[in-house]
């Protein structure tokens, strides 16, 4: 056993030095989620509030999937895992929320930027 207890601790040692796990997502602030949205093609906006909120205003063109509605199932509104996904809700709780979601759920290109309160680009009211 005496001599077992140095590879333990190499290992132990080892096992501390390796990375860690990256973020499953994204943050960047609403003036680069703008950026990117001129700069990219086939990305999809995807609004995490209640409908409610959605018909009072957001972003044109947006998705709406509430953040609750979110869980382990496949979801069809967003059958491309690997396309470009804004998410956005109304302050930055349930966008962060809905995102660790989505990447639980294996997408892998998630950008998360807050919330409506704080977006400067053009809103619509009403179902889209």
């Known amino acids: ?3 077992l207890w140095p590879v333990f601790a190499a290992l132990l040692l080892l096992s501390a030095c390796t990375p860690s796990e990256t973020a ?22 995807l609004d995490v509030r209640t409908a409610a909120e959605y018909e009072e205003k957001h ?9 609750e509605s ?6 069809d509104a967003l059958p491309d ?15 962060k929320q809905a995102s660790e979601k989505l990447a639980a759920l294996g997408y892998t290109n998630i950008v998360e930027f807050g919330g409506i309160n704080d977006w400067e680009g ?3 009211s009403g179902k889209t």
């Open 24 to 45: 499953a997502y994204r943050q960047v602030t609403t003036e680069e989620a703008a950026a990117l949205m001129e700069e990219e093609s086939g990305y999809l906006v």
């Open 1 to 3: 056993m005496k001599k």
């Open 122 to 124: 053009e809103t619509v």
């Open 59 to 67: 972003i044109p063109g947006a998705v709406n999937i509430p953040n």
């Open 70 to 75: 979110i869980g382990t199932e496949e979801i």
């Open 81 to 95: 895992k690997e396309q470009l996904i804004l998410v956005y809700c109304r302050s930055g709780n349930r966008s």
